[in-house]
């Protein structure tokens, strides 16, 4: 136990923002310009993830502040016939540093597979972007108990090929698609059994070292009043957040949670 809070103290804890197709440029400036007094004093990373049409906006607004802006995709060519797509050099010559990838809906909507997921995670590593790879069980993989093995595989698939030393800027994101959107969080206990299953799949794939120094988020209907239990957790190291996120006091509050998530 002891062992495990000093691991948990010594891995980044990152509060992310996931914007989905919500606010437009000068609604972006001014969130964010009210969220950054909130979090100037925050013991955590935080990062807005927002709508590739806002991130020059967000760049902007956010510059001399502690807030990371990060994009929501990206394709895994550097460029090429390849219609309504954004590639990770764009995202990196307007000093984006985070990306988002296989988010849940991106699977749903969007024809997403962990094929393309590993593919744009590997773009994302090797134009210097961090990806936030997003993982978790439909309701119905849950009710046949076969939370683990989805959570393996995709584990398993999405990082495919990718080496130790980039883990190093990998966060993987829990997700239970039940929980997303619909006010049905998680319990801490369900997202902590996941997300120390994730590190001991990451222990198979990388080892110890590295499988104890990524971030692992909860993401979910994570608001301010169940963060703090959510990112007590010993393996539940920062939140992926939709709702909550568009609401400057309620991702400050859960900002201040996770400054204080640290184990004694
Ligand atoms: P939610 O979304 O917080 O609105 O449930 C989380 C996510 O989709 O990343």
Redesign the pocket.
């Given at each position: 136990m002891i062992l495990d809070a000093l691991t948990k103290n010594l891995r980044k804890t990152i509060i992310a923002g996931?914007w989905k197709m919500n606010k437009t440029p000068s609604e972006a400036k001014a969130l964010l310009e009210e969220i950054a007094p909130l979090v100037k004093d925050a013991d955590c990373e935080v990062v807005a993830c927002v709508p590739y049409v806002d991130l020059a906006t967000a760049i902007e607004a956010t510059k001399g502040t502690n807030i990371k802006i990060g994009a929501e995709n990206c394709h895994w060519e550097e460029s090429g016939a390849y219609t309504g797509e954004i590639s990770t050099g764009m995202l990196k010559e307007l000093g984006v540093e985070y990306v988002v990838i296989g988010?849940s809906e991106r699977r749903q909507y969007f024809g997403e597979t962990d094929e393309t997921v590993n593919k744009r995670t590997k773009a994302a590593l090797k134009a210097g972007l961090k990806p936030i790879v997003c993982v978790g069980e439909l309701l119905w993989e849950r009710e046949c108990n076969i939370t683990n093995e989805v959570i393996a595989r995709q584990i398993k698939l999405d990082l495919w090929d990718v080496s130790a030393e980039d883990m190093m800027n990998v966060t993987i994101a829990y997700?239970p698609v039940w929980?997303?959107?619909t006010g049905k969080t998680a319990t801490a206990e369900q997202a902590e059994e996941v997300c120390a299953f994730i590190r001991l799949c990451l222990k198979g794939l990388y080892g110890l070292e590295v499988a104890e120094s990524v971030t692992i988020q909860y993401?979910?209907?994570?608001n301010d009043k169940n963060a703090g239990e959510l990112l007590m957790k010993t393996n539940v190291d920062g939140g992926?957040?939709?709702?909550?996120s568009l609401v400057a006091e309620k991702f400050a509050a859960i900002v201040d949670a996770a400054s204080r998530s640290y184990e004694e």
């Open positions: 996931n988010h997700e929980a997303i959107g993401g979910g209907s994570m992926l957040i939709g709702g909550a």
